[in-house]
C-alpha cells in the first residue's frame, strides 16, 4: 500500500497542518494599516463615496415644491414630479429630505 507524502515536493507542510496559516507564513490577515486607510484619507480632507445628486440649494427647492399645495389643500407637486424635474429617483429626494427637516414641522 503506498502512503501519501505529508509535505509537498517543495519541503514546506501543508497549510491544513499548520493550523490554517499559508506555507509561506504570513497569517494571511488584513493589516491593520489596510483598515486605517479611511481615516488617514479623513485626515487629509478627502471624504469617500459618491458625490450627492442634489446640492443644498436644489433640497431647498425641492422641499419648498414638497410643501407647497394648491388651493385645495392637496400637495400641488408628486415626489414623481419632483424627481423628474431634477433628473433624480424618487428615493434620492426621500433619500435628501431625511436629511434636511420640513419647513412646517421646523417652525411648528
Same mark, same amino acid.
Given at each position: 500500500m503506498l502512503r501519501r507524502p505529508k509535505s509537498p515536493p517543495g519541503g514546506r507542510t501543508c497549510p491544513? !497542518?499548520?493550523g490554517? *496559516? %499559508?506555507a509561506d507564513g504570513r497569517s494571511g !490577515?488584513?493589516?491593520l494599516t489596510v483598515r486605517r486607510?479611511?481615516?488617514a484619507a479623513r485626515a487629509r480632507g478627502?471624504?469617500?463615496g459618491q458625490k450627492p445628486k *442634489?446640492? %443644498?440649494r436644489q433640497v431647498q427647492l425641492a422641499r419648498e415644491m414638497y410643501d407647497e399645495v394648491d388651493a385645495n389643500g392637496k400637495q400641488k407637486w408628486t415626489v414623481q414630479q419632483i424627481a423628474d424635474?431634477?433628473?433624480v429617483t424618487r428615493p434620492t429626494i426621500y433619500r435628501h429630505f431625511s436629511k434636511v427637516p420640513s419647513q412646517s414641522t421646523a417652525t411648528g
Open positions: 491544513c !497542518r499548520e490554517g *496559516l %499559508p !490577515r488584513t493589516p486607510i479611511p481615516e478627502r471624504a469617500g *442634489l446640492g %443644498p424635474e431634477f433628473g
